[in-house]
């Protein structure tokens, strides 16, 4: 106990001894991507760039603000949306300075002022939605939440150059359940209405084609008949198919039959005769 004591005694010390001897020199550097407020007698006098600088011990003081890019993770907050769903929504913000000489006198912590700040807009914003447009329009809301943010941010001297939504999570579980089963419910309907438009369109070809068959008499629909019979022929296994034939359809084919063996009779006998 005593040990750790005394070790934080020790720390302190050397951070005021620290902080003394940065007030007594009187060179500092700033480095390229920082700007250096000068500070004399508590008064503003200068914004220094990079480089070799020279300051008055404890006469000046020399506040460096970094110009870089910030990348902010908003931690995820619940929020009550317009339809009364619980849900919890993190962000995440990009911003940096652009004023150092507003943004070091302007406000203490801009840090901590943007990210408050955020976090406010974006709970404000988000409760006047429901949930369903929450998900269907987050890029735009996000535009309107960096709009927001930015209009105040610019009076203290900072950039808001991103402010994106992350994640948007249910927080009750019946309400996942809820939401999943109806997705369920959508994908089954979208895939019934393809179902149906797809038996119409064949529908309207069975019409067509009867159409065309009927109109092109009865031989066309014996030819689809005899097609039909070649595939039946095809299949393994025995087969008994009973088909309703139209005499006088049957009488042409056995008068075309008997023709033609008539014909093949007397081409063979001619080829004999000539040998």
């Given at each position: 106990m005593r040990r750790a004591v005394y070790r934080g005694i020790l720390l302190k010390s050397c951070r005021k001894a620290c902080s003394i001897r940065q007030k007594r020199s009187f060179i500092t550097v700033v480095e390229q991507y920082q700007r250096g407020v000068t500070l004399t007698l508590g008064r503003l006098t200068s914004v220094k760039g990079p480089g070799i600088r020279l300051k008055l011990p404890f006469l000046q003081e020399m506040h460096k603000m970094d110009m870089r890019t910030t990348v902010k993770e908003l931690k995820s907050q619940e929020i009550i949306t317009k339809d009364n769903v619980a849900t919890a929504?993190?962000?995440?913000?990009?911003?940096?300075?652009?004023?150092?000489?507003?943004?070091?006198?302007?406000?203490?912590?801009?840090?901590?002022?943007?990210?408050?700040?955020?976090?406010?807009?974006?709970?404000?914003?988000?409760?006047?939605?429901?949930?369903?447009?929450?998900?269907?329009?987050?890029?735009?809301?996000?535009?309107?939440?960096?709009?927001?943010?930015?209009?105040?941010?610019?009076?203290?001297?900072?950039?808001?150059?991103?402010?994106?939504?992350?994640?948007?999570?249910?927080?009750?579980?019946?309400?996942?359940?809820?939401?999943?089963?109806?997705?369920?419910?959508?994908?089954?309907?979208?895939?019934?209405?393809?179902?149906?438009?797809?038996?119409?369109?064949?529908?309207?070809k069975l019409v067509e084609a009867a159409a065309l068959i009927s109109s092109k008499g009865g031989v066309a629909l014996e030819l689809r008949r005899l097609q039909t019979l070649e595939k039946l022929g095809k299949e393994r296994g025995q087969h008994t198919v009973v088909i309703p034939v139209n005499m006088g359809m049957a009488g042409a084919s056995v008068a075309m039959g008997a023709a033609m063996q008539r014909v093949y009779e007397e081409e063979d006998h001619d080829t004999k005769n000539r040998e």
């Open positions: 929504i993190s962000a995440v913000a990009y911003y940096r300075v652009e004023d150092p000489q507003v943004a070091m006198l302007e406000v203490k912590d801009y840090n901590q002022a943007i990210t408050e700040l955020i976090q406010t807009e974006l709970r404000d914003t988000l409760c006047q939605q429901d949930f369903n447009s929450i998900l269907n329009q987050r890029n735009k809301l996000s535009e309107d939440l960096e709009s927001s943010v930015a209009q105040i941010a610019k009076k203290w001297g900072v950039k808001i150059e991103r402010v994106q939504m992350k994640n948007i999570d249910l927080v009750d579980p019946a309400m996942v359940r809820a939401m999943a089963k109806e997705a369920e419910a959508s994908r089954e309907k979208i895939a019934a209405t393809i179902r149906a438009e797809g038996e119409l369109e064949a529908a309207k």
